[in-house]
């Protein structure tokens, strides 16, 4: 998904060093206490920043801290396929932000392997609203109505997201297909690497992201076997360690599908 800068980036990029300046400053920790969350804080220990701090006040210092690690265990857990935990987590971050919530594309993903479409579908609308030209948003967004009661993939088609701006290889092919004015064969053709028997990193990031859609495109259509065989590709054939690549290998996980013997 295409990442903007929310309340959560603006976090990451300042919480660290603010607690470090406030750490002896918040009488909601003892020294010794602030000293421990920051040193599991920056070695990415973030059960122990969570447990450490669940006694500070509201309005602490230490809010920062807490709830950047409250998003980054919730990233952790979903990349885990611990979904209902990841969602837990989530749910606590935009609690304590609230304005972040049309932001959180990463709790409408899990909304879909929860099997709780009609929050994904909302989800996914509200975060149009802060993200408006991101055909995976749209995607993402089909998958879940397709889903939710009284959904379908023609009613999901009709109401389809419109995207026009989305220039990433190869996301307006993926959109023509899921409008059902496109086909698989033209998603595969914008993503042909060049017949110079050296796959790029640039090469194999567009056959992840086409692979994982069209994984996605089989499964709302029905097609399990189809989707199955698309998302071995996106997770193990041509893996990313990006958040979507990462989740291609969560869907593979979630859905019984291993690598093909001797691949990674």
Known sequence: MTRI?????LLLLTACSQAENDALSDDALSEEAAA???????????????????AISEGSRWDRV????????????????KIDESIADFDAVIARVPEQDPHHWQRGLCYYYAEEYQKGKAQFERHQEVNSQDVENAVWHFICSVRAPGGSVASAQENLIPIQRDSRVPMAEIHQLFSGAGSVEDVLAAVKPNNDNALSETE???????????????????????????????AYQYPMDHYMGKTALVHAKLRGVKPKSGAN
């Open 204 to 234: 194999r990031n567009h056959l992840c992201y086409a692979h994982l859609y069209l994984a996605l495109w089989y499964e709302a259509i029905g097609e399990q076997e189809k989707s199955n065989e698309h998302i071995q590709k996106a």
């Open 5 to 9: 800068l929310s309340l959560i980036g």
């Open 66 to 81: 807490r709830t950047l690690s409250l998003q980054r265990r919730g990233e952790e857990r979903f990349f885990e396929g």
């Open 36 to 54: 421990k969350v920051m040193a599991a804080y920056q070695a990415e220990e973030y059960d122990t920043v969570i447990d450490l701090t669940a």
